[in-house]
């Protein structure tokens, strides 16, 4: 992919000295500070040399901050958790399910992010199992991917659960029992809505502080967006969608068009109106206070297995039902090129010096001038 011609670090980085007023603790300001020195001299770095000896070239890499949050350093761990999850694929439909929280709750998940966001997974969950139980839909223990997002396209606030359900489950007995209607479809999305509202409500009643009733009433009062898509046409999508979806971030460098004195210009998408594309001006200040919103709370999870795609179940679990389902052919994937000389594009790197935020050796910096003059 091109790289990216501005990048959120640089909005982060003129605006160093007033990071802590768009924060609204102390980690989301520790996130933005290390955001803001990605793969900058801040953090060090090294050198590597290409082991391909036609090549033999040195590079000069400096140190990336290796933050979920961060848009440059997402790739190689998306990558490794795709192929990690493609050896746990099943030879079933699957489908994509979204569970949202109305705007009524942003208030709540500005100051209680981590009970807030627990509730939506934990209720989720239980929706999904309640209504795979019941043998009126399939009568079985299913399984759940749940990754959570935070973020709408112009930044606000907008908490949902993105959750891959394989069209089926495990029966008490072991076997495997299908979705109804030959995997075309999954449960009645106006049912699952008025559950979901219903068990999420009253969690927040015993977990939340106490509240008015009108604010209770409140959230009864609108309709709560489950969303089912169609089901993947096979499991080759389901890959291509963990792709998009698990590493994602509130935004990416690639979407920020425009930076220049009276702030960021980025691309959105409404998809309210049918995916129409256009520009928001965002001034700096409100630029980075829309995306500290999305800084989650220190170790907390945002990808979670449920069910039969837990860790408990996989080993033993996944791997019978593969032999009994049939094993999911994928294409061959490349090898991880993380580590590969970006000039031969043959070689592998080896590090062969790593230096502090004081900058490489003086020896090594001739070197790379030698080399820059050569033209190698």
């Known amino acids: 992919m091109k790289r990216a011609a501005y990048e959120v670090a640089q909005v982060l980085e003129r605006n160093r000295e007033g990071l802590a007023g768009y924060c609204a603790n102390s980690w989301q300001l520790r996130t933005l500070h290390a955001l803001r020195k990605c793969r900058s001299a801040a953090l060090g770095g090294h050198i590597d040399r290409c082991n391909n000896p036609g090549c033999h070239r040195l590079h000069l890499s400096y140190n990336s901050c290796r933050n979920r949050h961060c848009p440059k350093c997402q790739g190689h761990k ?19 399910v979204v569970f949202t929280l109305p705007p009524e709750l942003n208030r709540a998940c500005l100051y209680e992010p981590k009970l807030m966001y627990s509730l939506l997974f934990k209720t989720a969950w239980q929706v999904i199992k309640g209504f795979s139980a019941n043998p009126k839909f399939i009568g079985a223990n299913p399984g759940m991917i749940a990754i959570l997002h935070t973020w709408g396209q112009n930044l606000s606030l907008h908490p949902h659960l993105h959750c891959i359900v394989p069209g089926g489950g495990i029966t008490k007995s072991g076997k495997w029992k299908s979705a109804r209607s030959k995997g075309t479809y999954l449960f009645p999305v106006k049912a699952r809505s008025t559950v ?15 509240r008015s009733i009108a604010f209770y009433e409140s959230l009864f009062k609108s309709n709560w967006a489950v969303y089912c898509k169609r089901p993947f046409f096979g499991p080759s999508q389901v890959v291509g969608y963990l792709g998009r979806y698990t590493h994602k971030i509130a935004i990416g460098n690639h979407r920020i068009k425009e930076l220049d004195n009276k702030g ?9 109106h049918g995916g129409k594309r256009s520009l928001l001006r965002l001034s700096d200040q409100e630029f980075i206070r829309r995306f500290a919103l999305h800084v989650l709370p220190k170790g907390f ?3 979670r297995h449920y069910g039969i795609l837990s860790s408990y179940h996989k080993k033993i679990t996944l791997t019978q039902l593969r032999q009994s389902l ?15 000389c970006l000039v031969c594009k043959k070689g592998t790197l080896v590090t062969l ?9 003086e020896y090594w910096m001739e070197k790379l001038k030698k080399q820059k003059q050569n033209g190698i």
């Open 196 to 210: 979901f509202r219903a068990r999420f409500v009253a969690a927040l009643r015993k977990e939340l502080k106490p």
């Open 326 to 340: 049939g094993r999911v052919q994928l294409q061959k994937q490349k090898p991880l090129q993380h580590r590969l």
């Open 264 to 272: 960021v210009t980025f691309a959105v998408k409404d998809y309210r």
């Open 78 to 96: 998306r990558e490794e958790w795709i192929r990690a999850r493609e050896e746990e694929l099943l030879n079933v439909p699957y489908f994509h």
């Open 353 to 361: 010096n790593i230096f502090t935020a004081r900058g490489p050796p």
């Open 301 to 303: 999870a945002r990808i």
